[in-house]
């Protein structure tokens, strides 16, 4: 159940709406369910001698009224209290009673008219479809004094959880203040109106969300807003002390731009905010390594790599017990990162990553403070994919994306659990969205790619395959079926590792590493995650079918090997996982 509160200041229009016929014809049967003292007149079901509705809604209009005249100009300018309270798609149909005791209950909780109270506020509660109440208060008591209606929001809300509970509806998560403003009523009709897929408060919030994403400095930031076309306004005297953004062709009924402050698209974009994280710097990008650049030739390929190993580290924190700050800054740096995913992305990935990074934007904020935090590696990352661009060498739409994405998923469920064991359930919420996203974006991307390391996989000579089973047999007893029950395909992790075994590696290391770098579990199908591991590790090329190549003349292959790869170029996000070895390996968890 959904409230949403407003003020206005003319109890007749609003009236002339609820009554009426609606934006698209979607008003029906609109009729009073509830009011001040049960004897309001009601225009949508008066049966008196002269049924005309315009007569009631004009007495309707002056009970309501009543004690703003007599307070004449003591009455607040915007004296209309307004709030819509929605049931959740697939709840139950509330009766005309049951939502008079919804009203009774958020007029009470929100100080309007305490139960009780004889002076309370005037106020009454319409209902013109099935699954929500409009109530509709006067801003002045019997007294003639004002209600103290402080936090009215957040006191709707904690009674509608209570009222979610006793009436066996969908149980919402509870907002905590943090939620960027969802866009209005009005905003909503003026993009149906104008034929936009979403209202301009969410396009420019995405816009600003991207240009942010590795930006070096404060210069870059803003360069970046001109480059997407946004119009860029700062502070009268010129020095960008706040800045307001407003997309070309928006404008009001006065033909002016329609400016949004950054700190109205959502809390963390105001410049303040913004300047606090430019500050914390961009770690510096050392070339990535030869044999990095062996494997993926491309720019954007490099980038992805190299990304993945930053990103691996992100996930090993949240899942850790250290300081709750670190794990928020991260969450901001991993923000970041999926921003400059999203806009550089392949075309059969980009809506799903798109859709990512809208969800996973909630997750970023908590009460918990992002700060004494080392982002500067994800901002680093972030930074080099959105340089790299999107110009995308052969094989990159499955291969280095599809290695970055199995990661990212991972990444996304840590994040649920840091974000559920504190008690944060909108974000937790938001991160598994973004996690089902990633998963989709996944299997799009690396569709090719799997298909024909499965194909290798299954021309592999028998002896050989039957060899590096048995590897994986030993090494992963319990991974015999996915996490929705079917049962998993090793094909695709068995070209893997014959491919490392041609390239020199150690294998039964090799996997062990991957295994043990870090848990499985969460994994929709651990195989996939440990195919990009391994491919990461010994630097064979994303693309699988570029042949494998083997390590540098004058290098050994060890069991340790494997950890040379173009991440030792980023800085330490959080310690690097041990490489296995009898006495180096970290406990399963």
């Known amino acids: ?178 939620a960027a403003k969802n866009p209005t009523s009005a905003e909503k009709f003026k993009a149906e109106r104008t034929g936009r897929p979403e209202t301009s408060r969410e396009t420019l919030r995405e816009a600003v969300r991207q240009a942010v994403a590795g930006a070096d400095d404060e210069k870059e930031f803003f360069t970046r807003l001109h480059d997407a076309g946004l119009r860029v306004r700062h502070a009268p005297s010129g020095d960008a002390l706040g800045y307001n953004v407003a997309l070309p062709g928006d404008r009001n009924r006065h033909g002016e731009p329609v400016w949004y402050p950054g700190s109205k698209l959502a809390p963390d974009l105001s410049l303040p905010k913004i300047r606090l994280r430019l500050t914390e710097g961009i770690a510096d990008r050392a070339t990535p390594s030869a044999a990095s650049g062996r494997a993926d030739g491309s720019p954007p390929a490099r980038e992805r790599r190299s990304t993945t190993g930053i990103a691996e580290r992100a996930a090993v924190l949240l899942d850790g017990d250290g300081d709750g700050h670190e794990a928020a800054a991260q969450l901001v740096g991993v923000g970041e990162l999926l921003d400059a995913v999203a806009q550089t992305s392949p075309a059969v990935t980009r809506a799903e990553l798109a859709a990512a990074a809208r969800a996973f934007e909630r997750a970023t904020r908590s009460h918990v403070r992002a700060e004494r935090a080392d982002t500067r590696a994800l901002r680093a990352a972030a930074r080099g994919i959105v340089q790299a661009g999107g110009a995308l060498g052969r094989g990159e739409d499955g291969g280095t994306t599809a ?27 938001a991160s598994r969205q973004a996690a089902e996203h990633l998963r989709t974006a996944y299997r799009q991307a690396a569709a090719t790619p799997m298909r024909v390391l499965n194909d290798q996989g299954r021309a592999l000579p028998e002896a050989q395959r039957r060899t590096h089973e048995g590897t994986l047999r030993a090494a992963l007893p319990q991974q015999g079926v996915r996490a929705d029950g079917t049962p998993t395909k090793t094909d695709a992790l068995v070209a893997t590792l014959a491919q490392a075994e041609q390239a020199g590696h150690d294998t039964e290391a090799l996997l062990q590493q991957a295994i043990d770098m870090r848990e499985l579990d969460t994994a929709a199908d651990a195989n996939d995650v440990l195919v990009w591991r391994l491919r990461r590790f010994a630097h064979l090329p994303a693309h699988p079918g570029e042949a494998p190549r083997r390590p540098q003349a004058g290098t050994r292959p060890t069991k340790t090997s494997a950890n040379h790869t173009s991440e030792r170029n980023a800085p330490t996000a959080a310690p690097r996982p041990a490489v296995s070895g009898p006495r180096s390996r970290p406990p399963r968890r």
């Not at 509160?5 to 979607?26: A, D, K, N």
């Not at 004897?39 to 009543?66: I, K, Q």
């Not at 649920?416 to 944060?424: N, T, V, Y």
Request: hydrophobic residues 35%; aromatic residues 4%.
């Open 1 to 178: 159940m959904v409230p949403d509160i407003g003020r206005g200041s003319r109890t007749h229009g609003l009236l002339v709406y609820l009554y009426g016929p609606g934006r698209r014809e979607e008003h029906t049967d609109a009729h009073l369910v509830g009011s001040w003292d049960g004897f309001a007149p009601d225009p949508g079901r008066d049966t008196s001698p002269d049924p005309d509705p315009n007569v009631t809604l004009a007495r309707l209009t002056a009970a309501l009224d009543l004690r703003v005249k007599q307070v004449g100009d003591r009455a607040p300018a915007k004296h209309v209290w307004h709030c819509s309270v929605r049931t959740a798609p697939g709840d139950r149909r509330l009766s005309d009673e049951e939502w008079n005791a919804v009203a009774q209950r958020i007029v009470h909780a929100t100080g309007i008219a305490p139960d009780g109270d004889p002076d309370g506020c005037r106020w009454i509660a319409v209902r013109h479809a099935e699954d929500h109440i409009h109530i509709v208060a006067t801003l002045v008591r019997g007294d003639l004094r004002n209600p103290r209606i402080n936090y009215d929001f957040n006191k709707a809300q904690a009674t509608c959880r209570r009222i979610e509970l006793e009436m066996g509806l969908r149980r919402l998560n509870t907002g905590d203040g943090t």
């Open 403 to 429: 290695m970055l994405l199995s990661t990212l998923v991972l990444v996304a469920l840590a994040a649920a659990r840091w974000h559920s064991a504190r008690g944060h359930a909108q974000q937790a919420h």
